[in-house]
Nanobody
Framework: QVQLVESGGGLVQAGGSLRLSCAAS????????MGWFRQAPGKERDAVAH???????HYADSVKGRFTISRDNAKNTVYLQMSSLKPEDTAVYYC?????????WGQGTQVTVSS
């Protein structure tokens, strides 16, 4: 079992930056792939970024070059550094963990980008 707690969301102006954190508790954090997803009002939950156990990363086209996912296995934490934020980045951001699929989810943190 893995518990995930996101933090770092908030209100920021367009062009600004935020860093989200996801702290994991439970067993074998380093053996899990980690991901960030987001859901805007009235829309489906979309994948934002993934990082594998080995550190390989993948990004949605909409955030490439602006967002960076990273992990610190010693701290059981995954981060999402978001820069050049746009109003369309406004959403609830969720952290997820899993081995073959994403089995564990956090409660989400709100990110609001004002124009």
């Amino acid at each position: 079992q893995v518990q995930l707690v996101e933090s770092g969301g908030g209100l920021v102006q367009a062009g600004g930056s935020l860093r989200l954190s996801c702290a994991a508790s439970g067993r074998a954090f380093s053996s899990h792939s980690m991901g960030w997803f987001r859901q805007a009002p009235g829309k489906e939950r979309d994948a934002v970024a993934h990082i594998s156990r080995s550190g390989s990363t993948h990004y949605a086209d909409s955030v490439k070059g602006r967002f960076t996912i990273s992990r610190d296995n010693a701290k059981n934490t995954v981060y999402l550094q978001m820069s050049s934020l746009k109003p369309e980045d406004t959403a609830v951001y969720y952290c997820a963990a899993g081995v073959a699929t994403y089995e564990y989810w956090g409660q989400g943190t709100q990110v609001t980008v004002s124009s």
